[in-house]
């Protein structure tokens, strides 16, 4: 039972993670980084301490309590999380719904699962996996032969792009994704995939509080919100630096005042799709207390995502136009990661 409910609960959060994008392209009028900034306040700094409230009411008390190593080390991951989580936004901006997410979501995947277990090879730790250990056990080279599997996907996926942008005019790329732009997409994307699996470690890192909530008689469902508003203030902290510097030099701070622009409906979008994004890690924190938070659960979580995101991809027709085999190549490349994270779960298993 603990197994499905696991399951449930990451298949919800990847699904909120997949969507959440939709409603950005609702806003009008607004800038990238004006829309962001906002949507990131309730992924960030709202909605995460309110979810921790209604299901940690004494998180504060923890927060305090947890030594300073702890806390800087789990905001310094949520830092490189966050510059992860800003690339993000700008890849699918770059490269769409389909490719943006296979292309970010396969590198997260891929280094997700192994950066935890690199670290705990420098820093051994009694019940935490590390590389030595992946290397020297059948499931754990089974785990890294997945991410290797995982990395080809993301190529394929990548030529799948390149063999799009040949086929289609600027006019019809524009047309579904109005901003496109293979090569600086694709190497935003290889950056956020990157650093954005430092939200993986900074759950790891910031395990100590999650114990505190369950030791103190929270329900160990709802132990990982105590570590998220930790992680996500260095999210934060990343993203609000970043777009404060854009919209000062692009003058963008006028949007919040345009009445041009439906400026209630911008905030009200942008927060339907901050919340969604927090959404995400709300049912990956239920997933893992579950399933634990090992590579299993970062694999499913991602996999659901790839596969949500597609499905919007399909939705908005960023694939109208091309050729069959085209379309081939990223349905190969999106089955490939897919591939690639079932063998991460089977080698996680054993």
């Known amino acids: 039972m603990n197994a499905l409910l696991g399951v449930i609960f990451h298949s919800i959060g990847g699904f909120a993670s997949g969507s959440f994008y939709m409603p950005f392209n609702k806003v009008k009028g607004w800038a990238w980084e004006s829309f962001w ?16 409230y209604l299901t940690v009411p004494g998180f504060m008390d923890i927060i305090t309590a947890s030594s300073s190593q702890i806390l800087s080390i789990t905001f310094l991951m949520g830092l490189l999380w966050g510059i992860g989580g800003l690339t993000y936004g700008l890849g699918v901006r770059y490269l769409g719904m389909s490719l943006g997410n296979s292309v970010v979501l396969g590198f997260c995947a891929a280094f997700g699962a192994i950066v935890p277990s690199i670290y705990y090879s420098i820093n051994p730790t009694i019940g935490k996996v590390s590389f030595t250990d992946m290397l020297a056990s059948p499931g754990g080279r089974l785990v890294l032969l997945g991410v290797l599997v995982c990395l080809i996907g993301i190529a394929i996926c990548g030529k799948a792009g390149m063999m799009k942008e040949g086929e289609l005019s600027e006019e019809q790329q524009k047309a579904s994704v109005s901003e496109f732009s293979l090569v600086k997409g694709l ?13 993986n470690f900074g759950i790891e890192a910031g395990k100590p509080m999650a114990d505190a909530a369950v030791a103190q008689g929270y329900n160990p469902l709802f132990q990982n919100n105590v570590a998220y508003i930790v992680i996500l203030w260095g999210g934060l ?3 609000l630096i970043w777009t404060t510097i854009l919209s000062i030099k692009n003058k963008s701070y006028s ?7 439906p400026i209630f409906n911008n ?6 799709a901050g919340t969604a994004w927090f ?9 893992a207390s579950k399933l634990g938070n090992g590579a299993s659960s970062w694999i499913l979580h991602m996999s659901t995502i790839i596969l949500t995101a597609n499905m919007w991809g399909i939705y908005r027709k960023e694939w109208t136009g091309v050729s069959r085999k085209t379309k081939g190549t990223i349905i190969t490349g999106i089955a490939v990661i897919l591939g690639a994270v079932a063998l991460v779960g089977i080698g996680n298993s054993m």
């Open 37 to 52: 900034i906002v949507g990131g306040l309730f992924s960030w700094l709202i909605v995460p301490p309110l979810a921790a």
């Open 187 to 199: 190497i935003i994307a290889v950056i956020s995939g990157i650093l954005s699996s430092f939200m």
């Open 237 to 239: 902290s990343t993203n």
């Open 255 to 261: 949007d919040f005042s345009n009445r041009s622009t």
């Open 267 to 272: 905030i009200l979008f942008s927060a339907l």
């Open 279 to 287: 959404m995400q890690f709300f049912f990956y924190g239920m997933g």
